[in-house]
């Protein structure tokens, strides 16, 4: 079983629409939780950090249950730009780092 | 937020000859510094763990006489990729921790002919 796991996408939804992406991790002594986002060919950039009260920022909110070990990331009013690779990401009590294997979304007009 | 650099962006080496990519921490000092490499469509996966005044923790099925790691200063890590093949062509991205967070480089892009 992999480490973290995400939704295989791709995700291909129109403007305005409101979409989810789920995430879960095997380890149970997991520290911290993120969402990053990487366009095409370029490096991962920290979109959130996820917390067990959720959090929301502008159009995106993201939400940790410790206890199914799940993240989720919800977009809501998504817009052309949002079109990326969107990776969840967990770090270890050893402080390494696992991704998943990220969830594509492309919006379309 | 911080800053961390890669150099060169985009390498194309010839099979056989070895490749540096250099990553620096430009704001604020980095005893730890990752790197990982990505193939197309593909996640991430951590290489290496580089620290800074020690040898590097390789991850499992990474050669580490291959894949030479040096974390000379608090600032500046190195990866050389010795006698590069075709398989080694890749998207090669380190990062830095600050305040928890993970910063990346822009990435290098490794075409080996």
């Known amino acids: 079983r992999k480490e973290v796991e995400q939704d295989p996408g791709p995700f291909n939804v129109p403007e305005g629409a409101t979409v989810a992406f789920n995430c879960t991790y095997s380890n149970s002594a997991s520290q911290s939780f993120f969402w990053y986002r990487q366009d095409c060919r370029k490096e991962p950039k920290l979109l959130m950090s996820?917390?067990?009260s959720g959090n929301e920022d502008g159009r995106f909110t993201a939400q940790l249950n410790r206890a199914s070990q799940y993240i989720s990331l919800l977009i809501r009013d998504s817009k052309l730009s949002d079109s990326a690779t969107y990776l969840c990401?967990?770090?270890?009590?050893?402080?390494?780092?696992?991704f998943g294997a990220g969830t594509r979304l492309t919006v379309k007009p | 937020g911080a800053v961390v650099s890669q150099h060169p962006s985009r390498v194309i080496c010839k099979s056989g000859t070895s490749v540096k990519i250099e990553c620096r921490s430009l704001d604020f000092q980095a005893t730890t510094m990752f790197w990982y490499r990505q193939f197309p469509k593909k996640s991430l996966m951590l290489m290496a763990t580089?620290?800074?005044?020690?040898?590097?923790?390789?991850e499992q099925g990474v050669e580490k006489d291959k894949f030479l790691i040096n974390h000379a200063s608090l600032t500046l890590s190195t990866l050389t990729v010795t006698s590069a093949h075709p398989e080694d062509s890749s998207f090669y991205i380190c990062?830095?921790?600050?305040?928890?967070?993970?910063?990346f480089g822009p990435g290098t892009r490794l075409t080996v002919l």
């Open positions: 996820v917390y067990s």
């Open positions: 990062s830095a921790t600050l305040a928890l967070t993970q910063y």
């Open positions: 990401v967990v770090t270890l009590e050893n402080n390494d780092m696992r």
């Open positions: 580089s620290n800074e005044g020690s040898k590097a923790t390789y």
